[in-house]
Structure formats: structure tokens, C-alpha cells
């Protein structure tokens, strides 16, 4: 069953194959989401992505909404205060 919250659903993907092989099916690279429905928050310290996710989506899980819509961000690397980073609302 399909993870209906993943980055990854209703992705685009595409099938590669060495040598006409079997292959298999990657996703296409990611589409950065429109600017609508986002706010900015200023990083301050102790700020992280998981804690970031839970205040404004309301689930630690959804950070990675807040990594595709700031495309310059490194999700493994810690935060730097102030950055500004551009938060997605939450969906009705």
C-alpha cells in the first residue's frame, strides 16, 4: 500500500535499464511547489527540521515538505540561525 504523505506519491518516474535488462523505475527528479500557502520563519537556534514540521504541519514526519520547498537546503546538516526558510501550510 502507498504511503499517500510520502514525497514520492504521484511522482513522475521513469524505467532504466543497463543493456536491456530488466531495469527498474526511478522518480523523476523533484518539481520545487508553487510559493502559494507558505510562511517564513527566521531560524533560531535549536531550530530543526522535525520540530519545524510538527509546529506549522503538525507532524514531525512532514519535514520534508519544508526540504522541498527551500531547494538550497541540506536536510543532513543542522540548521543555521538565521536563515530564513520558506514554510508550505498545512492542506485542507
Do not use: C, K, Q
Not at 24 to 35: A, H, I, K
Not at 65 to 89: F, K, M, Q, S, Y
Request: charged share 30%; net charge neutral.
Amino acid at each position: 500500500m502507498a504511503d499517500r504523505s510520502s514525497r514520492h506519491d504521484r511522482a513522475p518516474t521513469y524505467r532504466w535499464s543497463r543493456d536491456g535488462g530488466e531495469g527498474v523505475e526511478l522518480f523523476r527528479p523533484r518539481v520545487v511547489p508553487s510559493t502559494a500557502g507558505r510562511v517564513r520563519h527566521t531560524v533560531a537556534s535549536g531550530d530543526r527540521l522535525d520540530l519545524l514540521a510538527a509546529r506549522y504541519l503538525g507532524d514531525t514526519h512532514l519535514y520534508w515538505r519544508i526540504v522541498d520547498a527551500n531547494p538550497a537546503l541540506d536536510a543532513d546538516a543542522p540548521l543555521e540561525p538565521g536563515i530564513v526558510l520558506e514554510i508550505p501550510t498545512r492542506s485542507p
